[in-house]
């Protein structure tokens, strides 16, 4: 049975970095895409950035294009994100997504595989 656990979240200033980690069990991860999602108290939840299979192909939001990166580890069923740069607009519980198959879209509707959340916060 798939399981995602995030990991990495945590209170960071204005201008800071972070590195989510979600580590995935009970699967072959080589053939699934993964993603990351974001939801802001009050917002619906949006697509941050998503990766295909073989990490060739990569999908980034408008919004943190430029600061954040999207990254696989197959060998340690691991996706990563890292985050520079971050601003206040960028809190919000970050969720790892994982969809078996051909990456099509970076869309919430597209993933059907959840973790739980880690919580990110930037603040002064």
């Known amino acids: 049975q798939l399981q995602l656990v995030e990991s990495g979240g945590g209170l960071v200033q204005p201008g800071g970095s972070l590195r989510l980690s979600c580590i995935a069990s009970?699967?072959?991860?080589?053939?699934?895409?993964f993603g990351w999602f974001r939801q802001a108290p009050g917002k619906e939840r949006e697509g941050v950035s998503c990766?295909?299979?073989?990490?060739?192909?990569?999908h980034v939001a408008d919004s943190v294009k430029g600061r954040f990166t999207i990254s696989r580890d197959n060998a340690k069923s691991t996706v990563y994100l890292q985050m520079n740069s971050l601003k206040p607009e960028d809190t919000a519980v970050y969720y790892c997504?994982?969809?078996?198959?051909?990456?099509?879209?970076?869309?919430?509707?597209?993933?059907?595989?959840w973790g739980q959340g880690t919580q990110v916060t930037v603040s002064s």
């Open positions: 997504a994982a969809q078996l198959g051909l990456f099509r879209r970076c869309e919430v509707a597209d993933f059907d595989s």
């Open positions: 990766i295909s299979t073989s990490g060739g192909t990569t």
């Open positions: 009970g699967i072959t991860p080589e053939v699934y895409v």
